[in-house]
């Protein structure tokens, strides 16, 4: 089965897919959560302590970038 020969076909039932799955779950009935103002203090709390990290690196010169 030559692929390339059928794509345009695979494309379209594709599109039919993600249209048909798109509809399908629009209705869906699910409630929305909100978070209380108190724990989303408590959570940008959290995220301050986040550990970052910082690289102090000399750059390649063009001469070391073509000897690798």
Same mark, same amino acid.
């Not at 076909?9 to 798109?22: D, E, K, L, M, Y």
């Not at 408590?42 to 302590?49: E, G």
């Given at each position: 089965m030559n692929i390339a020969k059928h794509m345009?076909?695979?494309f379209a039932a594709a599109?039919?897919?993600a249209g048909?799955?798109?509809f399908a779950t629009a209705a869906?009935?699910?409630v929305d959560?909100?978070?209380p103002a108190d724990k989303a203090v408590v959570l940008a *709390? @959290?995220?301050l302590d986040m550990p970052s990290v910082t690289v102090t690196a000399k750059r390649l010169s063009a001469a070391e *970038? @073509?000897?690798l």
């Amino acid at each position: 089965m030559n692929i390339a020969k059928h794509m345009e076909v695979i494309f379209a039932a594709a599109a039919v897919v993600a249209g048909a799955t798109s509809f399908a779950t629009a209705a869906d009935g699910r409630v929305d959560v909100y978070l209380p103002a108190d724990k989303a203090v408590v959570l940008a *709390k @959290a995220d301050l302590d986040m550990p970052s990290v910082t690289v102090t690196a000399k750059r390649l010169s063009a001469a070391e *970038k @073509a000897a690798l």
